[in-house]
């Protein structure tokens, strides 16, 4: 990597990076399909409903992965040339998660005749009952799905997962979108080699990996090398305004310019929006939003969703405000992990796992939240959402609460990062006693403070625009690739309370060591910078000399970029 700087070589180092061709983001670099297990299947099933003319029915999930792979399932699926593809989505409240025979009584009951086949996106690993109801219609079942599987799997006619036993497929991170990019990949292919394409034109997958891109980040899958290729490539798109109207739509309602387009918009922009329809809506609106071809219908339903996202952001303050901690800022960590476990009768399960992540950033310990599941019955069953830390593997301890309690847990599913479960108000204290004892000897020896990991301080030159592009232009940020951040000592020269006190803007002049014990204002002939500090609220350390962790931002307005500071953390230096 001898062609980038030193300080980019040792961040990109710093993540495990070393090799160049990592670097290299274009579509040749992407693993083959071939290696998934059940592709082939799948693709078989697929290929042949089409070229039969069954009707397709997708079954989506209400997260932004899903939507974006429902989204692109139906835009590619008809662009090869099936007669009749149609999607139906779970209602959180009514259906909960993945396909159920209910969601398929549901589709029916709306004047639908049966599929002849299901294919599911982002979901199904774990829909026995389902896939028995489509079954039962005499449909053909195939599965797409990226979380982990039980010991044992439905009984579908093909299921496409990168983490089922023995898959020998390079990367098990794949989102579910990631998953529905391959299988249809592999669709193609298969009708390639019967001839389909002889008579209508031949799609181009690429057209549609700006939705691959949201649903991966939005999910906060691990970026690994194949994962950033698909990203890299949709935030291309993005960038060139070659991206689906309703995705470029979304970034205008927030005030963004999709040229500028960064892997965190995709994360903190477009993904909150399309979520806040799962949450507190329909998904279905998110879904029609991609789909839209008319800009400006698609700004309409964007707007709508951005309406939806102020709602959401209403609700989640009032839920925060509701606890016995601060809204902003790290408050102390309760000491008994039983209070971990977090409920309220007012609180709205759509927005429960935001809420649990909060607490989980704030308190640097695995966190639950519930919420009734119906507004009506908070004595009845609950519904959790769960965020952990790096240590611990949250549906391994579900999985061991399972077993020592049996019959505690009605269901649960998840990852290592976050999970969720469903459970009866009065096993509460019982849940909150098997959590704490469950967790006692896996936080044996944590740390009681967050750690910032820092890629160190920045010499002088490195405070400048060309190296801040340079950062944005290496790779997408995400996930197990964390955008890089650095640490300093500074002069704190002024503050401004921002949004009544949560966010803190600042101009801080970087201070550089000369010497044993001393330090020069302005080495280099780096001038005042700008900072911003967002919730800290009243934790701000006293004094006007901080060391600072921090990440470079080029904050562009009015057609000006200018360097800008943001501020993980601060301690008086």
Known sequence: ???????????????????PSALDCSLARLLPHHDLPGIEAAAACLAAAIMRGDSILIVGDF??????????????LRAFGAARVEFTLPDRQRHGYGLSAAVLADWL???????????????????????????????????????????????ADAIVNPNLVGSTFASSAL?????????????????TAAGWFQQRPRPNLA???????????????????????????????????QASPGVLALFAVAGKDPRLARSGDLGFVVGPRLNAAGRLEHMRQGVECLLCDDPA????????????????????????????????????RPTNPQDWVVFDPSFHHGVIGIV??????????????????????????????????????????????????????????????????????????????????????????FPESATVWSDGALPAEAFSLAFAESLVDALPWGADCPEPVFDGVFEVLNTTPLKDGAHLKLTVQPLFPVGQGSASRGVGGVSALPAIWFGVGADAPPGNYWRIAYRLNLNHFRGQTQLQLVVVTAQPA
């Open 356 to 445: 649990a992540g909060r607490l989980k950033d704030r308190w640097q310990r695995p966190v639950f939240v519930f919420a009734p599941e119906n507004a009506e019955e908070p004595q009845g069953w609950l519904k959790a959402s769960g965020r952990s830390i790096g240590g611990v593997h949250l549906r391994d301890v579900l999985v061991e609460m399972a077993t020592r309690a049996p019959g505690l847990i009605a269901q649960f599913g998840g990852h290592a990062m976050a999970a969720g479960l469903r459970l009866r108000h009065d096993q509460l204290a019982a849940f909150r006693a098997e959590f704490a004892a469950v967790l006692a000897p896996k936080l044996a020896g």
């Open 109 to 155: 009951a709306e004047g639908n005749a049966p599929p002849g086949l299901i294919l599911t996106v982002d979901n199904g690993i774990a829909a026995f009952d389902g896939v028995r109801a489509a079954k039962a219609l005499g449909a053909t079942v195939v599965i797409t799905d990226h979380h982990l599987p039980g010991e044992t799997l439905p009984a």
């Open 297 to 332: 219908r698609a700004h309409q339903l964007a707007r709508a969703l951005d309406e939806v996202n102020q709602a959401r952001r209403a609700i989640e303050q009032d839920m925060l405000e509701r606890l016995p901690i601060p809204a902003t800022g790290m408050a102390e």
């Open 207 to 241: 057209q549609w990996l700006d939705l691959v891109a949201v649903g991966t980040v939005a999910d906060v899958v691990p970026l690994d090398d194949n994962n950033r290729r698909l990203v890299a490539q949709g935030l291309a798109r993005i960038r060139a305004m």
């Open 175 to 191: 989102a579910g979108v990631g998953v529905a990019f391959y299988v249809l990949a592999a669709v193609r292919e298969a009708l």
């Open 1 to 19: 990597m001898a062609h980038l700087s030193p300080v980019l070589s040792a961040v990109l180092l710093n993540r495990g990076i070393t090799d």
């Open 63 to 76: 997260d932004a992965d899903g939507a974006t792979a429902t989204a692109l399932c139906l835009r590619a």
